[in-house]
């Protein structure tokens, strides 16, 4: 191939992902002014997990930023399916047939963790450390909470969340391209957990609750993904050796 060949492809390329790019972001602006025209029942469902805290805001724009960023948030993952699909139609070109499959199964798979884990959080995380928050306030303090600090609160916490029980998928795929084998998991164990909890502190509120509501599923998705990827490389030890045998 020439360089003048490889050098439209690559132009090409580019155009396409600009198109893309600029896709995503047209319908991502269109869903966020769609979000912020119902923000009152968008902000009900945080409200909702209110176990009883005064909130109240104390900037002239606070609660126009906090309304910004609940629309934004809800915005990217009402979004997600279409951002994710157009990552595939661009990433999948470059891909083997088989490579497509894994890609697109851990893409939809993604999606779906990463929904589980944001709802697992909304209805047992969440009201559990907000109660708890809750009963260890001292009666001659008036816990007046800002709205963009218990919205941030929860916001993170959701996001969290749903990014964390991506780890399963994330092992699947890399098992499935053998990138990830069994013997990193077997060596690192250990030096896992207790980076589990080193990153739980990081990301979450600092306060010990919080970490360990995190920290706790995040070690039973580690041991799910360590299953996964025993499984993933058996299959594919299987695959090999029976395609030596012919």
């Not at 499959?101 to 779906?112: D, F, N, Q, R």
């Not at 599923?217 to 090999?240: A, G, H, Q, Y």
Request: net charge positive; glycine share 4%; with cysteine.
């Amino acid at each position: 191939m020439s360089s003048n060949s490889k050098q439209g492809t690559f132009v090409e390329h580019l155009d396409e992902l600009r198109k893309r790019l600029t896709l995503v972001i047209i319908i991502n602006l269109i869903a966020m002014f769609i979000c912020y025209q119902y923000i009152d029942i968008l902000i009900q469902y945080l409200l909702n997990l209110n176990p009883g805290m005064e909130l109240i805001y104390v900037g002239p724009s606070e609660l126009f930023m906090v309304y910004i960023k609940v629309s934004l948030l809800c915005t990217i993952v009402l979004c997600s399916p279409i951002t994710l699909y157009q990552i595939w139609a661009f990433v999948s070109k470059g891909l083997y047939s088989n490579e497509k499959v894994y890609m697109l199964i851990s893409l939809t798979l993604g999606l779906a963790f990463f929904i589980i884990g944001v709802i697992f959080c909304y209805f047992v995380v969440l009201p559990i450390t907000l109660s708890y928050f809750v009963r260890i306030s001292i009666s001659d303090i008036a816990a007046m909470i800002s709205i963009e600090q218990f919205m941030s609160f929860c916001n993170q916490m959701l996001l969290c969340f749903g990014i964390v029980f991506e780890m399963p998928i994330l092992s699947f795929l890399l098992s499935k391209l053998g990138i990830l084998k069994p013997a990193f998991f077997n060596e690192k164990r250990g030096f896992l957990y207790v980076l589990i909890f080193i990153v739980a502190a990081i990301i979450t509120p600092p306060d010990i609750m919080s970490q360990m509501l995190l920290g706790i599923p995040m070690c039973l998705l580690l041991e799910i993904s360590m299953w996964i990827c025993r499984t993933v490389d058996k299959f594919n030890t299987k695959k090999m050796n029976a395609v030596k045998a012919l």
